[in-house]
């Protein structure tokens, strides 16, 4: 069964304090990853797909890195306006849907 | 600007009663999907449409109902039948080709008086 697990659930930094939060995935045949933001009571916004192992993504604090079986959300000297739920959420060979994992609640303080 | 208009933001259904959760794209995308998302829960897929006249059930469909008639716009029905409607919506669409990330619009809120 395809699976997308997100760890961890919550994340306490401190501004600065660099980290980073992982998916973990198991599908047959990758079509993308995507990574999503969501701010409460908004809707997901899209941030990077990833498409194949050894793949990465960047934008401003934000890089997205990918292997076969995991993708690495870094996060680079956070501020707090990064504060926010980030998911996963993959497409598997020959679906039209994409399964989302839970989500992991980042909290950024000043 | 396009994009993927939800409506009305906050909406509350009576016990008995169905709703509609309205969703418009001017994104130009074949595929749109409905969403569910409960805390702790994560999205889960409700209905989905490739093509106009044409839609699939997704993980969790009994309670609800959806239309494809226009490229434009995936009105979700919540039904009676539908025992615990509390929680958020999100519609999405995508482009047609797979691999093309959805994009979202800012949900629609149901409670039930």
């Known amino acids: 069964e395809d699976q997308v697990t997100q760890s961890p659930e919550a994340l306490r930094l401190q501004e600065g304090e660099s980290s980073s939060l992982n998916c973990s995935y198991t599908?047959?045949?990758?079509?993308?990853l995507f990574w999503y933001r969501q701010d409460p009571g908004k809707g997901p916004e899209f941030l990077f797909t990833?498409?194949?192992a050894g793949e990465e993504k960047e934008k401003e604090r934000l890089k997205a890195t990918l292997t076969k079986k995991e993708s690495f959300l870094h996060i680079t000297a956070p501020k707090p306006e990064d504060s926010a739920t980030y998911l996963c959420?993959?497409?598997?060979?020959?679906?039209?849907?994409?399964?989302f994992g839970k989500g992991t609640r980042l909290h950024i303080l000043p | 600007d396009g994009g993927i208009t939800q409506s009305p933001k906050y909406l509350f259904r009576k016990e008995g009663q169905n709703v509609t959760l309205s969703c418009e794209q001017n994104?130009?995308?074949?595929?749109m999907y409905w969403y569910r998302q409960d805390p702790g829960q994560g999205l889960r897929l409700i209905y989905y449409?490739?093509?106009?006249?044409?839609?699939q059930k997704g993980d969790i469909a009994e309670g609800y109902s959806v239309s494809r008639e226009k490229k434009e716009s995936f009105p979700l029905t919540v039904t009676s039948a539908q025992k615990n409607p509390t929680a958020f919506y999100l519609c999405?669409?995508?482009?047609?080709?797979?691999?093309?990330?959805?994009?979202f619009g800012d949900g629609t809120r149901l409670s039930i008086l």
């Open positions: 959420a993959v497409q598997a060979g020959g679906e039209d849907k994409i399964i």
């Open positions: 599908v047959s045949g990758l079509r993308g």
């Open positions: 990833l498409y194949s």
């Open positions: 994104l130009n995308h074949d595929a």
């Open positions: 449409s490739q093509i106009v006249n044409d839609f």
């Open positions: 999405a669409s995508a482009g047609r080709d797979r691999g093309q990330p959805q994009h």
